[in-house]
């Protein structure tokens, strides 16, 4: 786990400047009655909230504005209302929320959504991909390794789905609170 935190940071970095000051993972996780894995939330607490190369938002726990635990909330909510018809997660109608459900952490702008798994086995976390396809795919890595391979530009929400992008990660720093702007900065020089 640790070998893709530190390649998520070199990739990324630096973490975010005004980092909130109060990270209380508590009202999230007792809403899901699970404990998140915690590669996910070193990730979340160095960058979020915020949106990567003009993509994919990371939400926080800790603040007012793109707050983790409303966003989970609310999507929970949205897979329960939804007619899945024929669409199916590990053989069923998917489920959202912990601790066994599907847990909603990332969005992007083209409405790809991440979640946070159990692992079929019972050890660790899985991430699953739903693309504009209609399909989830699930991927049988850690948080830190799948953001590592969106970052790669790979197909990490479904087939066709990668992003290839040349130079360094784009960051924006979204407002913690209202009143509050967004902030762009870059990440380290990658190789072309």
Do not use: C
């Not at 989970?72 to 209302?81: C, H, P, Q, T, Y």
């Not at 660790?124 to 399909?135: I, Q, S």
């Amino acid at each position: 786990m640790s070998e893709y935190v530190d390649r998520v940071f070199d990739t990324i970095n630096p973490g975010r400047p005004d980092r909130p000051a109060v990270i209380d993972w508590r009202p999230v996780e007792d809403l899901l009655g699970a404990n998140l894995p915690e590669d996910f939330k070193r990730i979340i607490e160095t960058y979020g909230p915020a949106m990567i190369n003009e993509h994919l938002m990371l939400f926080h726990p800790g603040t007012e504005l793109f707050n983790l635990k409303d966003h989970v909330s609310s999507r929970i909510e949205a897979l329960k209302s939804t007619d899945w018809g024929d669409i199916t997660f590990r053989g069923a109608a998917p489920v959202g929320g912990g601790p066994d459900g599907l847990i909603p952490v990332i969005s992007t702008d083209r409405n790809e959504s991440a979640f946070l798994v159990r692992a079929e086995t019972g050890e660790g976390w899985n991430v699953v991909g739903f693309a504009f396809d209609g399909e989830f795919t699930e991927f049988r890595v850690g948080f830190s390794e799948w953001l590592y391979r969106y970052l790669l530009g790979e197909d990490v929400f479904g087939p066709g789905t990668g992003m290839p992008r040349r130079g360094a990660v784009k960051i924006q720093d979204l407002p913690k609170t209202r009143g509050e702007g967004i902030v762009e900065r870059r990440g380290p020089a990658r190789a072309k």
